[in-house]
């Protein structure tokens, strides 16, 4: 390794689980909450033609070509180093969080899924369902507190069974409970009003900065193509510096950061929600796009490693965005030459995982490469993080 190369932080690694047979199941959308106690909560879910075989409780979802998929739950009280199997769920997507004296598992099973142990994720509720008939989607990405309440995004996928379906009808939605509320009730959320790429922006809309870069729906050569351009895997921030630009003083502002899926890199969706109540806590809320001081909507923002899921929180302490992401070296290759380990299109690099911090999720200064996967398919990506002490604990595939 040259001198001058960037060394990664944290190359070594703890196995929390691994498939038990690669080639037919398949693990996907790592979670994890650190408990008041200390304890760590993590969740991911299994795919693959394999899983249908395995024991457990399992749901099949529409349009996954007759396969299963299965949750997974584990806890660590020695900060990660080692882990005990808790639980099985029949949902996917799911991401754990604290709220009041339970944690809770918020996924989906086409319909949104929610389970809760009271015992510190040593034992689970059955699963319940928060909607009817309707198809969710999202993976494990950040919470927000505020006002007595909890804050998470799922997305609203539309009708997945309709002809002409498109990632364009995909909804980010802020949901919102009391912390002390039963979550499992579906009458314990208020969800805000739906808003979709296609209800904002088209394709032929945009010009000037390569967005989308390659056309949409595409195939762009043998087994490469560019899917509709939409945001995906969607984070809550709420800005309550005063010197911020979008801080709104009454605390009923907020802001959904997701992953911009445009063909290129290093931009992030940006949408904004707005509380209707007197109060903060309280009324419906209303989704729109953000409004530059020039009059110009921003629906993007600068995001190193946006055009991948990737994960941010807040350090309460010092007030930073820490912002864990997919780093791209090679989003300019031209398809012909693409070497055939390479995933997809260009910008689907997903080996090299980096950390970025920022005062205000605009400007974002680079902190370090965590891990990078031995070889070309090694994936280091998808991951979630939280604070333990003056640690990051990062769980990722």
């Not at 199997?85 to 086409?110: C, E, N, T, W």
């Not at 008939?133 to 006002?147: F, I, K, M, S």
């Not at 579906?186 to 979709?196: D, G, H, I, M």
Request: aromatic share 10%; with cysteine; glycine share 8%.
């Amino acid at each position: 390794m040259s001198a001058h190369a960037v060394r990664p932080i944290a190359n070594d690694f703890v196995t929390m689980y691994e498939s038990p047979d690669p080639r037919q199941i398949y693990c996907y959308s790592p979670g994890i909450e650190r408990l008041a106690s200390g304890r760590l909560v993590a969740s991911l879910d299994i795919g693959g033609p394999g899983v249908e075989a395995l024991p457990g409780e399992k749901f099949l979802r529409r349009n996954s070509f007759g396969r299963c998929w299965l949750g997974k739950i584990f806890t660590s009280d020695d900060k990660g180093l080692t882990w005990l199997h808790r639980s099985d769920f029949p949902f996917m997507h799911a991401r754990p969080f604290a709220a009041g004296k339970s944690v809770y598992i918020l996924g989906q099973a086409d319909d949104l899924m929610i389970i809760r142990s009271d015992d510190e994720g040593a034992t689970w509720s059955p699963p319940s369902r928060l909607s009817d008939g309707e198809t969710w989607g999202q993976a494990p990405c950040g919470v927000h507190y505020a006002h007595g309440c909890i804050y998470v995004v799922m997305e609203n996928a539309g009708d997945r069974t309709v002809p002409g379906w498109s990632h364009t009808q995909c909804a980010a939605v802020l949901m919102r409970a009391r912390l002390h509320d039963d979550l499992t009730r579906r009458e314990s959320w208020t969800f805000a009003s739906p808003l979709t790429v296609g209800d904002v922006v088209r394709d032929e809309d945009l010009d000037f900065f390569g967005v989308p870069f390659y056309p949409t729906q595409t195939q762009l050569a043998p087994g490469r193509g560019m899917c509709a351009m939409h945001w995906g895997e969607t984070h809550v921030v709420r800005f309550t510096d005063p010197d911020h630009l979008w801080c709104n003083t009454t605390g009923k502002t907020f802001h959904l950061w997701a992953r911009a899926l445009t063909g290129t890199v290093g931009h992030a969706a940006v949408l904004k929600v707005v509380e209707q109540g007197e109060q903060p806590g309280t009324g419906p809320m209303q989704t729109m796009v953000e409004t530059a001081p020039s009059g110009k909507k921003m629906l993007f923002a600068p995001c190193p490693g946006g055009q991948m899921k990737f994960h941010v929180l807040q350090d309460p302490i010092t007030k930073l965005y820490w912002l864990l992401s997919t780093q791209a070296t090679d989003s300019m290759c031209r398809m012909d030459r693409m070497p055939a380990e390479r995933f997809n299109i260009p910008n689907d690099e997903r080996r090299r995982l980096q950390l970025h911090f920022s005062k205000n999720m605009i400007d974002w200064c680079f902190a370090g490469l965590v891990a990078v996967g031995p070889v070309e398919k090694a994936s280091r990506h998808y991951a979630s993080m939280v604070i333990d002490g003056n640690d990051l604990c990062v769980l990722s595939r």
